[in-house]
């Protein structure tokens, strides 16, 4: 698929991770396939549980397995024609922090306790590098300057309950940005903390992407954030991408049920809050797909033949605009959607 | 900094009332015999004129009060007052008797944590496999039988039937003193390394699903970085505790491990003292074990307040 114009950094194909539980094999990811360009953000939006973490995950090989098991393949630029999902522990270690890394979601929990926050930074600073002791230190003192945390040769000496959420995601995007990897991937580094702080992270994290030349890909619940941030947008529901495209035809022109759904649930523009409010009723459970089309059961569009349809990707537009639905030349007539019962499910 | 002295002081402020507690129980020890303690001591050797010198020995003419003063008086000059039975004051019996126990206990809290803290690492790490269910199987056994069974077994396999080691006794000299203590330290270990192993891999599991372990792995350090820096040093935290509490728990197994390996400790002089109706040394020597438990609990906290920065900001 070469869908964008820059070459892509990280082109992943089919991708599928399958995780097995005690309720029976989770679909978390099924048969995902996008590419991110040079020095471009993807977005990735969809409701909870509909596998933008476990995507994520699955690319820098967090995923625990077992029970996980991914299939399909994930290429990085730089790093010959290798699927990542083949390389051995020692492979990936050499891959984290130079080449990928990722920024999680809750800074809370995501440093280490008993560790001071400098030492943790000059973990990562000494990841790949062989440096001398000084040289680690300055080397770390730098990145906390660069991330935006005042008095860093006092800082450092201070465990993670003495900093600030926001202060956090700070330190791990240091972290992260330690190796200057091509790739961030950044997992909803914004929604544990508050909306003043969020623009921080955010202006900072598109500043060290700009800087650095960074592709990235960011997770959020938030459409008005992918707006600001990202150049393309992918949806996913139910483990798979629904809608693929630009950042300005995904939000003026949707042409899936779902993305449209999740557009109309939004408040007014206006109102302070950006934030998804549900679509009536719920995603299926990632054990006990139903066949076809897996967001029927909720779309006010959806016919008989959309239950039985073999769900695939159709072009939907120019650019390499896509969407997981048959109806898609319908979807934008007013007239195709019932009258707004959308209101009370 | 001031933090963690600030939260040392709370700690040992909060143990005065602790130890104010024991020296009143172990005081009314005298008391809660039931009859006259002096009948009790003498048996049939009663006469009235031999059980008022007992009386008047152990302070019973005087009122509770003064009892209690005089008590805490000597207390607080080191005096626990003279053994009933032996020629010879409480304070030394329990002097000589003390190194032993201590050693015993320290040996065996060692031998714990050198065999559990791999146990439970590789517990942790091969979980389900043959080691983590052989463990598992191993507490299990551990915990439904008697310490003293144990050590019996152990005399018989390794004192007897290997003769490795000494079947009891305390030797002459530290390394002598290692030697002699080997198989009673183990068999209390063994107890003790049980909880130890399965907490630790508890702690090991829930830790390595933590975040951090996620953020550690992306930086591109070694497994085994991730694995000691962030994972081991967490779960042992949470170990510190359980290893305090229950090394303070094992002053009592040391009352039967030093009877069944005659062991000249201050277990085996209470039991002793207890038979003989030597109160005074029944006194001084439950009150140097409860100070002793007193103290590794205070150590455990200090330890702990030490692995985690969280702690003296609660
Ligand atoms: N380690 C795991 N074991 C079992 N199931 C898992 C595991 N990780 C994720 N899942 C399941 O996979 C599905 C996708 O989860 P994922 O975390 O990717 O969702 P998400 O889109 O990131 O949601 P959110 O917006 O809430 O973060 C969920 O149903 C989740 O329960
Ligand atoms: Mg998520």
Redesign the interface.
Known sequence: MTDSAAPAVLEVEDLRTYIATDAGVVRAVDGVSFTVGEREILGLVGESGCGKSVTCRTIAGLMPSPPARSTGSVRLAGYGERNLLDLSTSELQRLRGEHLSMVFQDPMSALNPVMRVGAQIEEAVAAHEKLSGRARRTRAIELMERVGIPVPERRMRDYPHQFSGGMRQRVLIAMAIAGRPKLLLADEPTTALDVLIQDQILSLLLELQRDFGMSMILVSHDLGVIGEMCDRVAVMYAGEIVELSDTATLLGGPRHPYTISLLRSLPDVTSQSRYLRSIGGAPPALVDLPGGCRFAPRCPLALDRCREWDTELLEAGAGGHTARCWRHEETRREDAWPEPSYESA | MTGRFGFLGRRVLQLIPVVVGITILVFFLLHLVPGDPARQILGQHYTPKAAAEIHHKLGLDQPLWTQYRIFMDRLVHGELGDSVYYNQSAGSLIAERLPATLLLIAYAGVLAALVSIPMGIIAALRRGGIFDQATRIGTLITFAMPPFWFGIILILFFALKLQLFPVSGYGHGFSDHLWHLFLPALTIALAFSTILTRTLRASMLSTMR???V??????????T?VLM??VV??AI?SIVVVFGINLAFLVGSTVIVESVFSIPGLGQLLVAAVESRDYPVVQGTTLVLAFFVVLVNLLTDVVHAA????VS?E
């Open positions: 933590m975040d951090f996620d953020t550690a792995r992306i930086k591109g350090i070694s497994r970085t820096r962030h040093r967490n935290v692995l985690d920065p969280r900001y």
